[in-house]
């Protein structure tokens, strides 16, 4: 048996050991789980032709059929590839979490910040009952929150530098990402509709890179990974919704990655998913006003 048999021998092994609702196993499956269901509820929305969703439609179904040069089986089939891909991959590098040491480090961890707080709260006359809380305060909601946000910075960083290099370099754009725009109309389904290779360098790469640097937790990092699919989902669904915070609370939204996907905008907006920093900085924005003024959106209720 060579070395690459016994590899992937070793990774089926592995693969069928873990335990599945095991926090690190979850960060892998529950964002599937969550792009499927979440697309399954547009596809249905889509199909019913509701009166109510429709006003918030931004292109119509004629022009999804017309203008879109693939065809949905072969979207969900890629998919569907891309993911079990990741999954296979994500199972030959998984490093079981021991919950002992977990639990050992845990406790450490706020014992020492208990400490650091009662220093302070010693001072000025406050109880001991009050640092246990700042100290659980700060580990259960400072610490993830600020690693949840740097990790949104830093894999918004990481997409726009390869998703730009995906346009600017010409062999690249035609083998690897003109897969994606084919979809000229974007549906929520064809949100992670890309080549093997773009679902790898920007999508898994991207989220493994902002959860290592950030050091979360496995259980951080499946909130993270679901919350950043449902986005991209939420970013190609085809509807403006005023309502859907995914879209009021971020300038990156459903219309702002439309405008990229059509021809006036292919080499504009390049950010996603969550900020347009690297857009306004870069001079690579297009606003929807500007869209607007080239007849790509109709206005929404």
Same mark, same amino acid.
């Given at each position: 048996?060579?070395?690459?048999?016994?590899?992937?021998?070793?990774?089926?092994?592995?693969?069928?050991?873990?335990?599945?609702?095991?926090?690190?196993?979850?960060?892998?499956?529950?964002?599937?789980?969550?792009?499927?269901?979440?697309?399954?509820?547009?596809?249905?929305?889509?199909?019913?032709?509701?009166?109510?969703?429709?006003?918030?439609?931004?292109?119509?179904?004629?022009?999804?059929?017309?203008?879109?040069?693939?065809?949905?089986?072969?979207?969900?089939?890629?998919?569907?590839?891309?993911?079990?891909?990741?999954?296979?991959?994500?199972?030959?590098?998984?490093?079981?979490?021991?919950?002992?040491?977990?639990?050992?480090?845990?406790?450490?961890?706020?014992?020492?910040?208990?400490?650091?707080?009662?220093?302070?709260?010693?001072?000025?006359?406050?109880?001991?009952?009050?640092?246990?809380?700042?100290?659980?305060?700060?580990?259960?909601?400072?610490?993830?929150?600020?690693?949840?946000?740097?990790?949104?910075?830093?894999?918004?960083?990481?997409?726009?530098?390869?998703?730009?290099?995906?346009?600017?370099?010409?062999?690249?754009?035609?083998?690897?990402?003109?897969?994606?725009?084919?979809?000229?109309?974007?549906?929520?389904?064809?949100?992670?509709?890309?080549?093997?290779?773009?679902?790898?360098?920007?999508?898994?790469?991207?989220?493994?890179?902002?959860?290592?640097?950030?050091?979360?937790?496995?259980?951080?990092?499946?909130?993270?990974?679901?919350?950043?699919?449902?986005?991209?989902?939420?970013?190609?669904?085809?509807?403006?919704?005023?309502?859907?915070?995914?879209?009021?609370?971020?300038?990156?939204?459903? @219309?702002?990655?439309?405008?990229?996907? @059509?021809?006036?905008?292919?080499?504009?907006?390049?950010? @996603?998913?969550?900020?347009?920093?690297?857009?306004?900085?870069?001079?690579?924005?297009?606003?929807?006003?500007?869209?607007?003024?080239?007849?790509?959106?109709?206005?929404?209720?």
């Amino acid at each position: 048996m060579n070395a690459t048999s016994q590899f992937l021998t070793s990774g089926l092994q592995s693969f069928t050991c873990k335990d599945p609702w095991s926090d690190e196993v979850l960060a892998l499956w529950v964002p599937i789980v969550a792009y499927w269901s979440y697309s399954t509820f547009f596809h249905f929305v889509m199909k019913a032709n509701l009166q109510f969703f429709e006003q918030y439609r931004i292109h119509t179904i004629g022009d999804m059929e017309k203008r879109n040069k693939v065809s949905l089986s072969r979207v969900l089939s890629m998919v569907a590839l891309q993911q079990v891909i990741q999954v296979i991959l994500g199972f030959l590098v998984l490093h079981p979490v021991d919950p002992v040491r977990y639990v050992i480090e845990e406790e450490n961890t706020l014992r020492w910040l208990s400490g650091l707080f009662l220093s302070v709260t010693n001072r000025l006359g406050m109880s001991f009952h009050l640092a246990n809380i700042l100290a659980k305060f700060v580990y259960w909601i400072m610490i993830p929150a600020i690693q949840f946000v740097s990790a949104m910075v830093i894999m918004d960083a990481h997409q726009y530098f390869f998703h730009r290099l995906f346009h600017i370099n010409k062999f690249l754009y035609k083998h690897v990402h003109s897969h994606h725009h084919r979809l000229y109309v974007p549906y929520a389904f064809g949100a992670l509709y890309n080549h093997p290779v773009e679902g790898f360098l920007l999508d898994s790469l991207g989220a493994a890179i902002a959860i290592e640097l950030t050091r979360m937790s496995p259980k951080m990092s499946m909130v993270f990974f679901t919350f950043s699919t449902l986005k991209t989902v939420d970013d190609h669904c085809g509807y403006a919704l005023p309502w859907d915070p995914l879209q009021f609370l971020f300038g990156n939204n459903v @219309q702002y990655h439309d405008i990229h996907h @059509q021809s006036y905008g292919i080499k504009r907006n390049f950010s @996603q998913p969550f900020f347009t920093i690297w857009d306004k900085l870069l001079g690579t924005e297009m606003s929807i006003k500007e869209a607007e003024k080239r007849g790509g959106f109709k206005k929404t209720n």
